[in-house]
């Protein structure tokens, strides 16, 4: 990531977990830094470069947590995204399922920021289990219906209501509404789960901010799951890889639905702002020109 940041503005458009005694003090909160308020019920979303892979950092009030950790080597962005935001202590982390490209880089995250709470679907790997366990951390299973509060804002799992074994499919899918804007993260979500989460969003307002799924694999993001989500502006989180992932042809769809797109390949760390009064405003750590070609060069 260099060092230059794009902004751009983005007008409006129309579970709990047991408690357990960690095994080491954790820090005491400190004084949030200058501008940040912990109490003001503005949320951060923050999309980390780290190439291949997902790492998310939310952050509402003095709450933070992160979806996903990248894959191994990401550690520098991640701790780098808290550090910009001023996070110091996660309260929790989400793992939307267990391949080494969302998993990777979570295990020392773990071990060194001690979340209270892990929300996931299915069995960590050994190597996260044992991080989540050296760190104290509760681990939630969490299925559809579930309600996760992330801080001031609030998420709802829409995905999976059951495991299918295939860890792509049974990736959790969170939809977090913060002031009136809903973000959707989708993991890898594919196939019939991703048609059942299409058609929840459908029966609610369009979803503003989509994580497309699987690194814009073809074999997800739908024409269909696009209609019924409508998203307003969608990131592809995604790096050099050997898939072709972003298709052309799921850049092509979104593009089609009237979505903006970016890439965290193109744009680098995207990180978007949401008030408490809904206004929205998006930074870019690279450029802020959104994809407009759905070609392999167009989104890199
Ligand atoms: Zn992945």
Same mark, same amino acid.
């Given at each position: 990531?260099?060092?230059?940041?794009?902004?751009?503005?983005?007008?409006?458009?129309?579970?709990?977990?047991?408690?357990?005694?960690?095994?080491?003090?954790?820090?005491?909160?400190?004084?949030?830094?200058?501008?940040?308020?912990?109490?003001?019920?503005?949320? =951060?979303?923050?999309?980390?470069?780290?190439?291949?892979?997902?790492?998310?950092?939310?952050?509402?009030?003095?709450?933070?947590?992160?979806?996903?950790?990248?894959?191994?080597?990401?550690?520098?962005?991640?701790?780098?995204?808290?550090?910009?935001?001023?996070?110091?202590?996660?309260?929790?982390?989400?793992?939307?399922?267990?391949?080494?490209?969302? =998993?990777?880089?979570?295990?020392?995250?773990?071990?060194?920021?001690?979340?209270?709470?892990?929300?996931?679907? +299915?069995?960590?790997?050994?190597?996260?289990? +044992?991080?989540?366990? +050296?760190?104290?951390?509760?681990?939630?299973?969490?299925?559809?219906?579930?309600?996760?509060?992330?801080?001031?804002?609030?998420?709802?799992?829409?995905?999976?209501?059951?495991?299918?074994?295939?860890?792509?499919?049974?990736?959790?899918?969170?939809?977090?509404?913060?002031?009136?804007?809903?973000?959707?993260?989708?993991?890898?979500?594919?196939?019939?789960?991703?048609?059942?989460?299409?058609?929840?969003?459908?029966?609610?307002?369009?979803?503003?901010?989509?994580?497309?799924?699987?690194?814009?694999?073809?074999?997800?993001?739908?024409?269909?799951?696009?209609?019924?989500?409508?998203?307003?502006?969608?990131?592809?989180?995604?790096?050099?890889?050997?898939?072709?992932?972003?298709?052309?042809?799921?850049?092509?769809?979104?593009?089609?639905?009237?979505?903006?797109?970016?890439?965290?390949?193109?744009?680098? +760390?995207?990180?978007?702002?949401?008030?408490?009064?809904?206004?929205?405003?998006?930074?870019?750590?690279?450029?802020?020109?959104?994809?407009?070609?759905?070609?392999?060069?167009?989104?890199?």
């Amino acid at each position: 990531m260099n060092a230059t940041t794009a902004a751009a503005s983005l007008s409006p458009t129309p579970g709990p977990s047991p408690a357990r005694t960690p095994k080491t003090p954790r820090p005491t909160p400190t004084a949030p830094p200058a501008g940040s308020s912990a109490t003001s019920g503005a949320t =951060t979303v923050a999309f980390v470069d780290v190439g291949q892979g997902d790492a998310t950092v939310i952050k509402s009030g003095s709450w933070a947590g992160l979806i996903d950790g990248g894959p191994a080597g990401s550690e520098p962005a991640v701790e780098a995204a808290l550090a910009k935001l001023g996070v110091r202590r996660l309260n929790a982390v989400v793992v939307s399922h267990m391949h080494a490209d969302h =998993t990777g880089g979570l295990t020392r995250i773990v071990s060194e920021w001690r979340p209270r709470t892990a929300y996931v679907a +299915g069995t960590p790997t050994s190597a996260l289990a +044992g991080a989540l366990r +050296g760190a104290g951390t509760t681990v939630v299973q969490v299925r559809r219906g579930a309600t996760v509060r992330f801080g001031a804002a609030q998420a709802k799992v829409l995905s999976p209501a059951g495991l299918s074994g295939d860890p792509n499919s049974d990736s959790v899918v969170l939809r977090l509404d913060a002031s009136g804007k809903s973000f959707l993260f989708t993991g890898d979500c594919t196939g019939p789960n991703e048609a059942v989460v299409g058609s929840i969003c459908a029966r609610g307002p369009p979803i503003f901010v989509l994580k497309v799924a699987h690194h814009g694999s073809r074999y997800s993001t739908t024409s269909s799951f696009l209609a019924h989500t409508r998203p307003r502006v969608a990131v592809i989180s995604v790096g050099p890889n050997s898939y072709g992932h972003p298709r052309p042809a799921t850049v092509g769809r979104l593009l089609a639905g009237g979505s903006r797109v970016y890439t965290t390949w193109r744009n680098g +760390g995207i990180t978007f702002r949401v008030s408490a009064g809904g206004a929205m405003s998006v930074s870019f750590s690279r450029s802020s020109v959104p994809v407009k070609k759905a070609t392999a060069a167009g989104v890199r």
